[in-house]
């Protein structure tokens, strides 16, 4: 069993939180500001000994490495910022580990591919958040997440293979693990994972091992799937008061996380928490877990263990090993001193007991269950990207700009429906040639163009714009069995590259003058 825990690299400076948040901002910096907002409210939160250290020092990862391996840690999960291959920040003590080879301490990355906005500067209750200039801004992307295409990719592949070949890189069977944090983020999901891991056969790796974030109804080639809590078990959990902050039972998050099922021939690692209280970050508008402590935490993780390595994945993340700014850390503080990290110890020494129970107790979502859910969040998401297609139109941005300007002047899309029928009239307007429509039945026309099947007799086009979003991994796999060179683009990148130009056109998003990040 691999017990591994999320790595916060945000205890150092960088140019773009001087800029936002002021002089030297850090982590430490919401931390040390924190006040309780309500009786017996533990903040702030204090690192053991005053210990509030700069990981840019190499005697801190000395530390921290010989900390995990004191109580079982196996390894550390970086989050990795990675907005685009001009754009990463928080990248230097992840290359600092690379290059310190002493330092024994085994890692991974988990890519956070979300795009940072300036949300701390709109929430009440900020001591720390000081630069009235900024805050007065009205909402910007800090960075936009983008996903480019194969030059991209590959510039993404190649930072990574130094430490993908690092010999204390975490693998599993025998390939490099790398998590994603949220895979509906990713438009182009299915083709970059397909091309990483033949980029990654190139240089003599086995491949790539990759869990995705999220249900596991998106399908993208990955290797496995993994909550992320409390993100995912928030919505089904009562608070326990109305007021400022949002408090929620830590018991009852823990219950309802060992109550999730699993799916069938689809792999879960299920993660968990040890104690949250976010704040420090938000303010009143944050959520507190109450009642969460080392003991509770020990017992709820052993039983975790347990039902994961019953379901066959050995491995368990615990958020967070130094979380501080939502109060998840492992690190020892005043308060509870090593107990966190005795906790973790002790289920480590004792999950094994469990196994058996719950290889009996073992849970699957049924079919109909599973259907229901999936079709739930079908609908999600193409409303989501219908709303966001129709703000672009609003502002009179042609989301074909993109194939015209890459000189794709003849494709086809994948699809009968609504977005194919908008798209055509998009096409129109830009004098890109809607040659056919791919679609698995042939009882359907869309404004007198033709439908086809897949096949081999095909018209030559220059790219095939998938509609049907949802099942995008399925449409790749069937479109490659008869064309393993012909580009293959979603209708959601190209909304994604429209949103990309126009936001930075009106300059919606900072840029660091004279920096590279």
């Not at 550390?76 to 003590?93: I, Q, T």
């Not at 929620?248 to 209280?277: G, P």
């Not at 379901?311 to 107990?339: C, Q, R, S, T």
């Not at 039945?441 to 007799?457: A, C, G, L, P, T």
Request: glycine share 6%; with cysteine; aromatic share 14%.
């Amino acid at each position: 069993m691999k017990v591994l825990a999320y790595y916060l690299p945000q205890y150092h400076r960088v140019p773009i939180n001087d800029k936002w948040w002021g002089e030297g901002f850090t982590e430490w910096t919401s931390v040390k500001k924190s006040q309780p907002l309500y009786e017996k409210h533990y903040q702030p939160h204090v690192p053991l000994g005053g210990n509030y250290y700069n990981l840019l020092e190499k005697e801190t990862m000395i530390w921290q490495a010989e900390l995990m391996h004191n109580y079982c840690i196996d390894g550390m999960c970086f989050y990795h910022y990675w907005f685009s291959d001009k754009e990463r920040v928080l990248e230097k003590p992840a290359e600092n580990l690379l290059m310190w080879t002493d330092v024994n301490m085994p890692f991974c990355f988990s890519w956070a591919n979300e795009s940072w906005l300036n949300k701390w500067s709109h929430r009440e209750g900020l001591l720390w958040a000081e630069n009235k200039e900024e805050k007065n801004k009205e909402l910007e992307f800090i960075f936009l997440q983008t996903y480019g295409r194969e030059k991209e990719w590959e510039n993404h592949f190649n930072y990574l293979y130094p430490f993908f070949n690092d010999e204390r890189y975490i693998k599993i069977d025998n390939k490099p693990l790398f998590v994603i944090h949220d895979l509906y983020n990713i438009p182009c999901c299915h083709e970059m994972i397909v091309y990483w891991n033949e980029l990654a056969k190139n240089k003599g790796l086995k491949g790539i091992y990759i869990l995705g974030g999220g249900f596991p109804d998106v399908k993208c080639n990955v290797d496995g799937y993994m909550t992320h809590e409390p993100g995912m078990i928030r919505n089904s959990l009562k608070s326990i008061n109305f007021g400022e902050p949002t408090l929620i039972s830590y018991k009852d998050a823990v219950d309802e996380i060992l109550a999730q099922k699993n799916v069938k021939e689809k792999q879960i690692v299920f993660t968990t928490f040890c104690s949250y209280d976010t704040t420090p970050r938000y303010g009143l508008d944050g959520d507190v877990y109450e009642g969460a402590t080392p003991d509770l935490f020990m017992s709820h993780l052993m039983k975790l263990m347990a039902k994961n390595q019953a379901a066959g994945m050995d491995m368990v993340f615990i958020d967070a090993w130094n979380e501080w700014g939502e109060g998840m850390h492992l690190e020892p503080d005043e308060k509870y001193g090593y107990a966190w990290l005795e906790a973790v110890k002790n289920a480590k020494e004792r999950y094994i007991d469990y196994v058996e129970k719950y290889k009996k107790e073992i849970s699957y979502y049924s079919e109909k269950e599973f259907k229901i859910i999936c079709n739930s969040k079908k609908w999600e998401l193409y409303t989501s990207i219908f709303d966001r297609w129709m703000n672009l139109r609003e502002k009179n941005i042609n989301i074909s700009d993109y194939l015209k300007k890459n000189h794709f002047n003849r494709i086809m899309l994948y699809g009968v429906g609504i977005f194919s029928e908008h798209m055509i009239l998009e096409c129109k307007k830009n004098d890109v040639s809607v040659i056919g429509i791919i679609d698995r039945s042939k009882h359907f026309s869309v404004n007198d163009i033709e439908v086809y099947q897949m096949s081999n007799d095909l018209p030559n086009v220059d790219v095939i714009v998938v509609t049907a979003i949802y099942s995008m991994d399925d449409i790749c796999n069937e479109i490659r069995k008869y064309n393993k060179e012909i580009k293959i683009l979603s209708l959601l990148e190209l909304i994604l590259f429209a949103e990309e130009t126009f936001l930075i056109d009106n300059k919606k998003v900072y840029k660091l003058e004279g920096q590279v990040v």
